[in-house]
């Protein structure tokens, strides 16, 4: 699993999330829960922690329950440790027209592990998610802040021996929309 | 080639820089518009396009635009939807990723001629990289002057954000995406009140369609009458098509409305046919949503007409033989694809993205992908596809927001044309265990007979 | 005042009414039912969908007919609407579908369940149901849980009518529960452990149209329908001290609000009231309370039920929970 730095935004971090919540009127600082929670999960080892969520729920000046019931509607937030490398598989009608049966199949049989679950060296997640509007270039997958598009069966060991090399590292780049640094 | 009006710069190398955009005439409707137009005639000239919402439901846009709430004294909103989740969708992130000033600049004459002083994009977050790309944009307009403080040296000032979603569907829905624009659940509201009266903050609000907004400078530039002459009938102008499936070229495509469908998918200049030799089964062309055609009906009305790609011809016969043109995700099936796991993968999707507040979606959706498993996998019974019909019946119109019309619609019309289907499934469950039926061996119907390439 | 008409009966409401409100002032079988609207609770309402209703004629202004059936909990009536409830049969289908879906996740566990006899769910699958069942699948499962000492949570039985998180929302300053996940898989919870501790949290077991918040210090006490409901009231300097109480013989088993007709409570009460003063001597008994309206025990459904034996008849069961099969000469209506 991701190691798990202490709950508390770096200088930076907290500097990008101050900016934000100014985009939102006086008193609406609770429209930046979005934003703000993409970028504590990029920063707290690409999940949402409890602790972390009450640390948002802090900075942004509303009720824990606020977060939690906003945290688990979005399904971009993880409300579980993941992996070093979360690969999203997309599974709908266009990309299964496709063959992404064949790319999870491949990918559950070559990682050893069923959607949902994480290898056990802790390299990658393996999910499978709902259209990601890339049905042009199917089949494909997410990885971070990364499309992986047209893939193959034939093509993906190297796709995963590529992100193997990018990911293995002790604090992996999850994505976020709102990066901290930025052209990262 | 037909005319281009969004993509025509496409392939300008370095068109996603201010610098390089501006050189191609970009930010000329901003100018326009401030410094000769009032807000009305500039919300006139939309007007008199005729452009409708691009998003999906065809719904003229400057006609969504004089809704407005103009006597409230509050500040009004005007929301980019770039939610882009529509199954078979995806012009609008070729769009923002490539040429991101085509947007901006659409944004700052669509908030002039509504009188917002702040507007947001609210793009999904899937979209991560494309983030980087609209903010650079945005400070780019900004130091050239079009965003800020007194643009142009006019009274007009506005400040655009970009503003993430975070994985859902339902926040495509206008209602929706301002709950979660306000760091909420994504879950509609009851309407009436309407946007345009009680929308973000409680502020009149307009919420459009990326394509639609950046459809606006090229309206300004050359004018409504003249965008309203391109294309066919009430459909005017150009749209972006999203075409994917079984085809020889996917990808998105600028064409004037009124094209012949069958040039849409034969020619060499679009889809390219269909791939691997193949020929066609079904298309959905209007993204994941909308009815189901197969391949003669779509390619010619139940009158035997030849349709073209525009609102009113696709929609030719209403739901009994006709679909709509939506969103314009143009997803194409082959003879080998199987109707009933494709429709599956549809249910399990509105599934997971209905937000369960009203209970006909929560629960319909959820009894409608479990079914339709059970037939696919070969479990089924005969008496499960007047079962499908009912539920799906019983969802559509009954809910809150238009998700429990959009899982209804595939499922009704998927039964409708290809009701053999359904049943060879139940009367053959050793046929279909093999996930790839299809594909080893075309179902052929005598009712639906495939069309030759 | 506007002048409106429901199932062909006309009346005269203040502008602002809801169509419901204006049917409730008609009263009787005209009546929508409403499983999440609560006229006491800001908000509420238009998500559970069985109080739809046909406008036929929008305004004397607009007579055109609305296109769908609308929410008639929250939709305004106009001066001149004609509405259309149980005399339209696309409404009466409609509110069947309405049945089904609600039931589809939600246990046949009625003869165990705490809230069996003044369920509104029983009532409206009772009054508007099928006779069976088409779902075959997997039901949804929650355990059990205890949110707080004093309540009990049966997840599985939630049809998220949202009302207990308005009351958390509108009566206590800190909520700690809510609507968590999404689709069916949503559920009402607090997320981590905590327990849910305030002084007007009790009303959320009131609010509750299902057994899925039930009071612990009642469970399993008595059937409902055993008990003797008193209308008694004390000085309290929290609430109005306006309560029933469930009584057996001298025993006050549970202390709840009082429920109008539609039972909505008009007056909430505190946690003292409800859970700290279960003796007769503590209240001033006003007399007899009388439980109106469509209410199963009401209409002495459960006067000579054999409890044992229902629980043993599972196919019993099935029909109970859809309700209109019941048979007339086979226990519950005799």
């Known amino acids: ?184 | 080639m037909g005319r281009k009006l969004l993509l025509k710069d496409i392939d300008v190398p370095g068109i996603r820089s201010f610098e390089v955009y501006r050189k191609q005439g970009g930010y000329a409707s901003v100018e326009k518009a401030l410094k000769t137009m009032t807000p009305d005639a500039v919300m006139e000239e939309v007007k008199k396009s005729g452009l409708r919402g691009r998003g999906g439901a065809g719904f003229p846009t400057g006609m969504k635009w004089s809704f407005l709430d103009r006597k409230s004294d509050k500040p009004r909103y005007l929301i980019c939807n770039a939610d882009e989740s529509e199954p078979g969708t995806f012009k609008d992130r070729y769009l923002m990723e490539y040429i991101p000033h085509a947007l901006i600049e659409g944004m700052i004459v669509s908030s002039y001629a509504l009188g917002a002083k702040a507007s947001y994009i609210y793009m999904r977050g899937e979209f991560r990289w494309i983030f980087p790309i609209l903010e650079k944009a945005i400070e780019e307009a900004r130091a050239a002057g079009f965003i800020g403080k007194n643009i142009l040296g006019t009274d007009y000032s506005l400040e655009v954000y970009v503003h993430s979603g975070a994985g859902a569907y339902i926040c495509g829905e206008e209602t929706a995406q301002i709950e979660s624009l306000e760091g909420k659940r994504g879950n509609p509201r009851n309407k009436p009140p309407f946007p345009a009266v009680v929308g973000l903050y409680n502020c009149p609000t307009v919420v459009n369609n990326v394509e639609s907004i950046a459809a606006v400078p090229p309206i300004i530039n050359i004018g409504g009458d003249e965008y309203a002459k391109i294309g066919v009938g009430k459909s005017t102008g150009t749209k972006l098509i999203s075409a994917s499936g079984h085809i020889n070229k996917p990808g998105v495509y600028e064409i004037e409305l009124g094209l012949p469908v069958e040039e849409f998918l034969y020619s060499d200049e679009y889809c390219g046919g269909i791939w691997k030799g193949r020929k066609l089964k079904a298309v959905i062309p209007g993204g994941s949503s909308v009815p189901i055609l197969p391949g003669d009906l779509f390619l010619k009305n139940a009158k035997g007409e030849p349709r073209v790609m525009s609102y009113e011809s696709l929609a030719d016969g209403g739901f009994a033989s006709g679909s709509m043109l939506g969103s314009g995700g143009f997803i194409v099936m082959d003879e080998t694809a199987c109707i009933v796991r494709n429709l599956w993968t549809f249910a399990r999707f509105y599934h997971h993205e209905s937000c369960g507040q009203c209970s006909p979606c929560r629960e319909g959706t959820g009894w409608m992908e479990k079914v339709l498993h059970r037939i696919e996998t070969g479990h089924g019974k005969m008496s499960d596809i007047d079962l499908l019909v009912d539920v799906a019946k019983k969802i559509e119109g009954n809910t809150i927001c238009p998700l429990g019309d959009a899982a209804a619609w595939p499922v009704a019309s998927a039964i409708r044309h290809f009701r053999e289907e359904f049943e060879y499934h139940i009367k053959y469950p050793e046929k279909v265990k093999d996930p790839k039926h299809f594909e080893k061996e075309p179902f052929v119907s005598e009712r639906n007979a495939v069309v030759a390439a | 005042m506007i002048k409106v008409t429901i199932d062909g009966i006309v009346t005269e409401v203040p502008e602002g009414t809801t169509i419901l409100q204006a049917a409730r002032q008609i009263g009787g079988e005209i009546v929508p039912p409403a499983m999440c609207y609560y006229s006491t609770l800001k908000n509420s309402g238009g998500k559970c969908r069985a109080c739809l209703v046909k406008v036929a004629a929008g305004s004397a202004k607009d007579p055109r007919p609305m296109p769908k059936l609308v929410p008639s909990c929250i939709t305004m009536a106009q001066d001149g609407m004609v509405v259309e409830n149980i005399t339209n049969p696309s409404v009466l289908e409609t509110r069947k579908g309405v049945v089904e879906f609600l039931l589809l996740n939600h246990p046949l566990d009625c003869p165990i369940c705490d809230q069996a006899g003044e369920c509104d769910l029983q009532n409206f699958a009772y009054e508007h149901g099928m006779s069976k069942t088409r779902y075959e699948e997997e039901r949804r499962t929650f355990e059990p849980i205890d949110i707080g000492d004093k309540i009990k949570l049966h997840m599985n039985r939630c049809i998220l009518c949202y009302r207990c998180t308005y009351v958390a929302d509108q009566l206590t300053d800190n909520r700690v529960h809510g609507v968590l996940n999404r689709g069916d898989h949503a559920e009402i919870s607090t997320y981590i452990e905590k327990a849910i501790d305030n002084d007007y949290s009790g009303n959320m077991i009131d609010v509750c149209p299902v057994g899925a918040l039930t009071d612990k210090t009642f469970r399993f006490k008595s059937r409902v329908w055993f008990t003797k409901p008193l209308d008694a009231h004390r000085d309290c300097p929290k609430c109005s001290g306006k309560v029933v109480l469930w009584t057996k013989g001298e025993d006050v088993l549970r202390v709840t609000a009082r429920k109008d007709q539609y039972g909505e409570v008009k007056e909430f009460i505190c946690n003292e009231c409800r859970y700290d003063h279960k003796d007769m001597k503590h209240w001033v008994v006003e007399g007899p309370r009388h439980i109106d309206r469509g209410s199963v025990i009401a209409q002495n459904h459960y006067e000579k039920i054999d409890l044992l034996k229902l629980k043993q008849d599972v196919e019993r069961q099935l029909k109970f929970q859809a309700g209109k099969q019941l048979d007339a000469n086979n226990t519950l209506s005799a």
């Not at chain 1, 709950?7 to 934003?35: C, H, N, W």
């Not at chain 1, 999870?104 to 998610?129: H, N, P, R, W």
């Open chain 1, 1 to 184: 699993m991701a190691d798990t730095k202490p709950v508390q935004f770096t200088d930076a971090a907290m500097a990008l999330v101050q900016k934000i919540i100014k985009r939102y009127p006086e008193g609406r600082q609770k429209s930046a829960l979005l934003p703000v929670l993409h970028i504590a999960q990029a920063e707290f080892g690409g999940w949402l922690s409890t602790e972390t969520m009450d640390y948002v729920a802090g900075i942004l000046n509303i009720k824990p329950i606020e977060v939690y019931e906003v945290a688990s509607f979005y399904t971009m937030y993880n409300l579980q440790p993941v992996g070093k490398c979360v690969l999203e598989v997309c599974r709908t009608g266009p990309c299964w027209l496709r063959g992404s049966d064949d790319i999870i199949q491949y990918l559950e049989q070559k990682l050893g592990i069923k959607e949902g679950e994480t290898t056990a060296d802790g390299m990658f997640t393996l999910k499978t998610v709902e259209c990601l509007a890339s049905c042009g270039s199917a089949p494909m997958m997410q990885v971070g802040n990364h499309y992986i598009e047209n893939l193959s069966v034939e093509k993906m060991d190297e796709v995963l021996n590529k992100l193997k090399e990018t990911h293995n590292v002790p604090s992996p780049d999850y994505g976020s929309p709102y990066p901290v640094t930025p052209g990262k």
